[in-house]
T-cell receptor, first 112, second 116 residues
Framework: AQSVTQLDSHVSVSEGTPVLLRCNYSSSYSPSLFWYVQHPNKGLQLLLKYTSAATLVKGINGFEAEFKKSETSFHLTKPSAHMSDAAEYFCVVSDTGGKLIFGQGTELSVKP | EAGVTQSPTHLIKTRGQQATLRCSPISGHTSVYWYQQALGLGLQFLLWYDEGEERNRGNFPPRFSGRQFPNYSSELNVNALELEDSALYLC???????????????FGEGSRLTVL
């Protein structure tokens, strides 16, 4: 069965410092993995996706994620946080039947 | 180009009543998905419609049902409402019917259902 675990429910960083949001996955086959972002009172938006091509994936707004099979991880990073990055971030794995399995979410706060 | 639109934005019902939520996908998208985002439970897959047919449903009781119309818009019905049905209901659409290949769902802003 497919699952994802987001290791932190809340992360707080200062503006201009690096961001690290951690995600581990479990999959019975080669997974497709994604990160989505949800800003307050907005719909979810796809940040980036891994679908068995390059293991280092670049997304929108300067975010990246690295697929590490040996560690079953897909952590999201950004070199320098911006105030506008404050939002909830979801690590997601695809399942059969048109289904996406969402992690519990990590709320990112950015302090000035 | 218009995104995924959902109505109503907010809906308040009492236990035992029925709720109907509506979704219009992005033009050209034939697949529509419904997710429930309840406090403390995260996003849970509810239903997937493609070309007017229900293709898959999540682990929800039969009182959660829906349909997809010929214009690909969709409706989610929740019968015999219970307090725990209070949640944000998100609709999404995609070009890729199975979503497993691209993972790119385009989400609406949701309909918040409150059951009193």
């Amino acid at each position: 069965a497919q699952s994802v675990t987001q290791l932190d429910s809340h992360v707080s960083v200062s503006e201009g410092t690096p961001v690290l949001l951690r995600c581990n996955y479990s999959s019975s086959y080669s997974p497709s993995l994604f990160w989505y972002v949800q800003h307050p009172n907005k719909g979810l938006q796809l940040l980036l996706k891994y679908t068995s091509a390059a293991t280092l994936v670049k997304g929108i707004n300067g975010f990246e994620a690295e697929f590490k099979k040996s560690e079953t991880s897909f952590h999201l990073t950004k070199p320098s946080a911006h105030m506008s990055d404050a939002a909830e971030y979801f690590c997601v794995v695809s399942d059969t039947g048109g289904k996406l399995i969402f992690g519990q979410g990590t709320e990112l706060s950015v302090k000035p | 180009e218009a995104g995924v639109t959902q109505s109503p934005t907010h809906l308040i019902k009492t236990r035992g009543q029925q709720a109907t939520l509506r979704c219009s996908p992005i033009s050209g998208h034939t697949s529509v998905y419904w997710y429930q985002q309840a406090l403390g439970l995260g996003l849970q897959f509810l239903l997937w419609y493609d070309e007017g047919e229900e293709r898959n449903r999540g682990n929800f009781p039969p009182r959660f049902s829906g349909r997809q119309f010929p214009n690909y818009s969709s409706e989610l019905n929740v019968n015999a409402l219970e307090l725990e049905d209070s949640a944000l209901y998100l609709c999404a659409s995609s070009l890729d019917p199975g979503v497993i290949y691209t993972g790119e769902l385009f989400f609406g802003e949701g309909s918040r259902l409150t059951v009193l």
